[in-house]
């Protein structure tokens, strides 16, 4: 005949009893008087739904399974205001869950005795999310990064960094797909600007080798022009070792081409030049060639030059602004460095801000543009230029 459950009260435990071993519902009260459990008990031990509760205000509620904590339940963590509710195995996270901090981070996911492991989502304070794989606790693994300022990022991850391969896209439109490390563009890759730019090729640190940094107009320091004659110019964008930049697209260029300024106030028989200037009201450019211009517009007209160049079709408009195959930055027309690795976070790096436009690419990827106009000056002998 089975033992009945028996109530006993004794200096920590309250509760029922059967065989004179705790069983079924009670309340146990440790001796150090720390710990508090009040739940089911089995043979003794702490076994079905129970809740254990400790001094500072930290508590487990939940299942046990032979005096252990182990299966679903919620724990709270007092100190920090950290709770977790999921899976247990022997008194460790174990399992699916969601931990959740006070300062706004959640994590939803598998773990291994405690620790990240597996496949999780996870919300950072910063506002960032991150779904994809983990490993000893950090991003490793194929993921995807969504930034609370739109960008998002989609590849591989080492050890919390971007490495391998991925895609980065921004919330301006531009995207570089290729290879990472250290959280850097390194490595081949292609960035597309939102501008239309393209720069393709090695990467190292975040910023593109070889990338253009000088122009320089062909053709020597002086180029005689007569009125009625056309005139043209062949424009190259160079690497800071004056080679020839690759690997480029998209970029445009603004070129200024000037009448030399003589102080002459045009009258009733002036030309129709100097009548446009009277009329455009420009104040006169100082040069490094000590004399001064003024801007004389180029012709809208779209042309095709082919020589040993290799040089694509470009246009040129009034403005004078030409399509090159080849970006050349603001400033000198120097290159500076993006963040990205802003630490790669935000708009696309600052050596393609600027004002630019899109472009065909050579088919040797040389970053040539050619430029023509027509000459209506009557007193211009020449025009000086130099590197721009």
């Known amino acids: 005949m089975a033992a009945k459950h ?9 509760g029922q009893v059967k065989n004179l071993v705790r069983d079924g519902f009670g309340v146990y009260v440790y001796p150090n008087g720390f710990f508090r459990y009040e739940g089911e008990w089995k043979m003794g031990k702490k076994h079905g739904r129970g809740k254990l509760l400790m001094k500072d205000g930290s508590f487990y509620e939940g299942e046990f399974v032979k005096g252990e904590i182990e299966g679903n339940g919620l724990r709270y963590w007092a100190h920090s205001g950290d709770s977790y509710s999921g899976q247990f195995k022997h008194g460790e996270l174990h399992g699916s869950g969601v931990m959740r901090s006070a300062g706004g981070k959640k994590f939803e996911g598998e773990y291994c005795y405690g620790i990240r492991e597996g496949h999780g989502c996870f919300l950072d304070m910063e506002g960032h999310t991150y779904e994809g794989s983990f490993h000893e606790n950090q991003k490793h693994g194929e993921g995807i ?13 080492l050890l919390d960094q971007r490495q391998g391969h991925g895609v980065m896209r921004f919330e301006d439109g531009s995207i570089y797909e290729g290879q990472w490390r250290n959280n850097l563009f390194n490595g081949q890759g292609t960035m597309i600007h939102c501008s239309g730019v393209v720069l393709e090729g090695l990467w190292i640190n975040g910023s593109p080798s070889g990338v253009a940094s000088k122009m320089l107009v062909d053709g020597g320091d002086v180029l005689e022009v007569f009125q009625g004659s056309p005139f043209s110019m062949d424009v190259f964008l160079q690497t800071g070792g004056g080679e020839i930049a690759t690997g480029e697209s998209g970029r445009l260029l603004q070129i ?9 106030r045009p009258t009733s028989s002036s ?30 007209r779209g042309f095709e030059r082919e020589d040993s160049r290799g040089t694509a079709p470009v246009s040129v408009a009034k403005s004078g602004f030409v399509q090159t195959d080849s970006p050349v930055p603001e400033g000198e027309r120097e290159s500076g460095s993006g963040s990205y690795g802003r630490g790669l976070r935000g708009a696309a790096p600052s050596y393609l801000d600027g ?34």
């Open 355 to 388: 004002k630019t436009g899109r472009g065909d690419q050579s088919e040797n990827g040389a970053s040539i543009a050619t430029i023509e106009s027509s000459s209506a000056a009557e007193d211009v002998s020449g025009m000086e230029r130099g590197p721009a």
């Open 256 to 264: 200024s081409v000037g009448v030399r300024f003589s102080g002459i």
């Open 145 to 157: 990064m969504n930034y609370r300022n739109g960008d998002q990022y989609e590849g591989d991850w």
């Open 6 to 14: 028996q109530q006993r009260i004794s200096q920590h435990y309250s």
């Open 271 to 300: 030309s129709n030049l100097l009548k446009l200037i009277e009329d455009m009201e420009e104040k006169p450019i100082p040069t490094p060639f000590g004399f001064d211009f003024i801007s004389y517009p180029l012709m809208e």
